[in-house]
């Protein structure tokens, strides 16, 4: 039982449960960036450099058949071992984004936490109280003046 209730109590922490969170939005994230790359980055790189299809790009690592077209799909069905350095390109380039835009987001977060921090340094901290046997010092002078 001590096993089950060590797991409990791991499961239920708040940052195993802020970890879950994260990886579903990162997982909805990367599919997200993976249609940016796929569908709107690699199409304006492949025009770029002479309307290539990096999806296309591969290199063959035994004889084609005569018979296959030569697309990547085609050659892999056929059963021909491909080096597909295409979806690699695509794969690194989606990598790049994503990992430059978690940089800014920990970035922004970094910065927002520093400006806090720094406020709560700012602020001025309130006097401490002015200890009971000077308040009675001070009534007693205030009471001989009169």
Known sequence: MGLLNDFKAFAVKGN??????AVIIGGAFSGIVKSLVDDVI???VGRIFGKLDFSNLYLPLAEIP???EPTLTAVKAAGVPVLA??????VLINFIILAFIIFM??????KLTQALVKKEEEAPAAPA?????VLLLREIRDSLKK
């Open 105 to 110: 987001m920990v970035r922004q977060v970094s």
């Open 85 to 90: 350095y295409g979806s690699f390109i695509s």
């Open 129 to 133: 109280p002015t200890p009971e046997d």
């Open 66 to 68: 005569a018979n296959v």
């Open 16 to 21: 195993v449960v802020d970890l879950a969170v």
């Open 42 to 44: 690699m199409p304006i």
